[in-house]
């Protein structure tokens, strides 16, 4: 990991070509040093990486010929032996509630605000990642770190941070996701990289000074080898600056449909940097239907009906928890993306709701769990104050005594209807989320839920699945591509019509419905609509 160079060496070293000018304000994180720290981390993990998204694309051959995921036996000796992860940092040793959203300035100090115990700022799924709010995001979270962020609205009103703000974690993007404004040798780098690096270097030496340390959470992993890249990057990162082998700390996202079978590994080959897991509901659903796009006996019905509740998600909180305490991990639980009202008695039946989905993480023995928005937070705390009473966490839940879980209950499809409301509505959600996406925002309110890029993958992988097989909704149509587009141009009427002309002529809703035309009539599976998406934003 070139630790016989010595950092000045190192940091003389850049072979980068950026495609946009770097301002004056890009320098205060985008400086020559850390430049020079990401050249490095480019020059030692991109092949690497390639190699990585090559075996995905291999793997998923093989499901979809007719092999289904399994657990993998030849890391039976690892599964077998005991073991447990390094440690947990104190300040992440209580995390019974976390609040996400992306790394824009007044939702930093809001989140870091709010009654929870950690802020997971998010540079992938719920941000659009423009130049621009990549740089402006990684300013807030150094000025947040510092404790000199605030922010001013167009009325006047002051945002500032209170004096014992949440704990900060730093989403990155995932293995799939480039950088495109970002080159080497005339190919983009990886955007995960370029989120760690700047976030990592520009802050690691104030966060520890304050008590804490660079957090992470890394999303859709799909094996053991990809969080051993990871791993690498990190103890790499560490030897870059002299910081002893686990001072970064990162929880990993098993929201990939491969990745569940193999959560003993992931634990084990990221040992001295992992300090948990969490059920990444949303895009494991995505990931189910993405992996499984092949399987005509595995179509998911309406996504309102796909919920903690059927086996299939069932057994992955169960065997998360159980695999995750079994190693000194924690094991966290899933988003609840409600939005609160402001009619006293819709709110009241929101927060009903949320309730009954947190007492069933909480009795599971989830150590804690996630909203999307900061009125969920009381409702949510007093759910996990009952479950823990004077615990930090729930560790000591081992769930020894329950049945092995299988990998036919993990990929056991659910029961229930495709109906036309069902596909209507993922056709509405889907397009009015890619079209604030592709206009620069990747967190949005729709119909009473905080939608991020999970959700509309869910939505329009539905459909292209429903489409692929043949599939007949219960009033028996049968889904085609003809009926889909037939659909689509309805529903963008009434997009237009709730959303008023104004609004709509000023989007970008025509785009947005072309690509989602694109991407769900396809023969091929377009694997991540951010993908094309991406090729929209400047």
Same mark, same amino acid.
């Given at each position: ?35 020079? &720290?990401?050249?490095?981390?480019? =020059? ?37 032996? =005991? ?53 402006? +995001? ?8 510092? +404790? ?89 990162? *560490? ?17 990939? /449909?491969?990745?569940? &079978? ?23 659903? &995505? ?57 006293? /008695? ?57 049945? $092995? ?16 409301? +069902? ?16 206009? +620069? ?48 141009? *309805? ?35 377009? $694997? ?11």
């Amino acid at each position: 990991m070139n630790e016989g160079k010595t950092m000045e060496q190192q940091l003389s070293i850049s072979d980068l070509t950026f495609t946009k000018d770097i301002t004056q304000q890009d320098e205060q994180v985008l400086h020559a040093d850390s430049i020079a &720290f990401l050249s490095f981390l480019v =020059e030692e993990f991109l092949p690497r990486r390639e190699q990585l998204l090559k075996d995905r694309i291999e793997r998923q051959k093989s499901i979809d010929a007719g092999m289904l995921p399994n657990f993998i036996m030849e890391s039976n000796s690892i599964k077998n032996s =005991e073991w447990k992860i390094q440690n947990i940092p104190d300040d992440l040793m209580d995390r019974r509630i976390e609040i996400t959203g992306p790394v824009e300035r007044k939702m930093v100090i809001n989140a870091l605000n709010a009654n929870v115990k950690v802020f997971m700022a998010d540079f992938e799924d719920s941000l659009s990642p423009s130049w621009e709010k990549l740089i402006e +995001g990684q300013i807030n979270l150094s000025d947040a770190i510092k +404790g000199e962020i605030s922010y001013t609205n167009e009325n006047g009103k002051v945002y500032q941070l209170k004096s014992n703000p949440a704990v900060l974690i730093a989403r990155v993007r995932g293995l799939h996701l480039d950088e495109k404004h970002v080159l080497v040798d005339g190919k983009p780098i990886s955007g995960g990289l370029f989120d760690f690096a700047l976030y990592f270097f520009n802050n690691y030496q104030a966060l520890l000074a304050k008590g804490s340390g660079p957090y992470f959470y890394i999303p859709k992993l799909e094996s053991w080898q990809e969080a051993q890249w990871w791993s690498d990057v990190f103890s790499a990162a *560490e030897n870059f600056v002299g910081l002893p082998r686990g001072t970064i700390k990162a929880t990993v996202l098993i929201e990939t /449909l491969p990745a569940v &079978f193999q959560m003993d590994e992931i634990l084990y080959h990221m040992r001295h940097h992992i300090v948990g897991l969490n059920c990444g509901r949303w895009d494991y659903i &995505f990931s189910y239907i993405k992996t499984l796009k092949e399987h005509a006996d595995r179509v998911l019905p309406d996504r309102q009906v796909v919920t903690m509740t059927q086996e299939f998600l069932s057994a992955y909180s169960r065997l998360l928890i159980k695999t995750c305490h079994h190693r000194g991990a924690f094991a966290m639980g899933g988003m609840s993306a409600f939005i609160p009202s402001k009619d006293e /008695l819709e709110n009241q039946a929101i927060l009903a709701k949320v309730k009954v989905d947190k007492e069933l993480e909480a009795r599971n023995g989830h150590d804690g769990s996630w909203i999307a928005h900061p009125g969920l937070a009381d409702t949510v705390m007093d759910v996990f104050n009952m479950a823990l009473g004077d615990r930090k966490n729930q560790l000591n839940v081992r769930r020894e005594n329950d049945d $092995e879980i299988t990998a036919e209950q993990l990929l056991k499809p659910c029961a229930g209807e495709r109906t036309e409301a +069902g596909m209507r509505a993922n056709i509405r959600v889907a397009v009015q989320y890619i079209e604030a996406w592709i206009s +620069g925002n990747g967190c949005v309110p729709i119909y009473g839920l905080m939608e991020d890029a999970a959700t509309a993958e869910i939505s329009r992988t539905s459909i292209w699945q429903w489409i692929r097989h043949g599939k007949s909704l219960s009033n028996g149509m049968k889904v085609t591509k003809i009926l889909f587009e037939e659909m689509l141009d *309805e529903e963008l009427q009434v997009i237009q019509k709730e959303l008023g002309d104004q609004r709509f002529q000023s989007g970008r809703f025509r785009e947005a419905a072309e690509l989602m035309r694109r991407i769900t009539t396809q023969d091929e599976l377009i $694997e991540f609509l951010t993908i094309p998406g991406y090729q929209l934003l400047d």
